[in-house]
């Protein structure tokens, strides 16, 4: 269960979602980090991971 979003002083909901969002989409392997200060998000930072294969390695 989560809490609904207040919007707090210039914040708009909506935007936040849609940002948040936009950090999630086509996401594989990572993370999506919310940072909140004073009651406020402040960054949506996200966290993607790539791993290579060698050429003669079989994929697993």
Not at 20 to 25: P, W, Y
Request: no cysteine; proline share 3%; charged share 30%.
């Amino acid at each position: 269960m989560s809490a609904p979003l207040r919007s707090v002083d210039s914040q708009d909901e909506t935007a936040i979602l849609r940002e948040i969002q936009s950090a999630l989409r086509d996401l594989r392997f990572g993370a999506v980090e919310i940072t909140v200060h004073n009651a406020q998000i402040v960054q949506i930072e996200r966290k993607e991971k790539f791993r290579l294969q060698h050429a003669n390695q079989k994929p697993s």
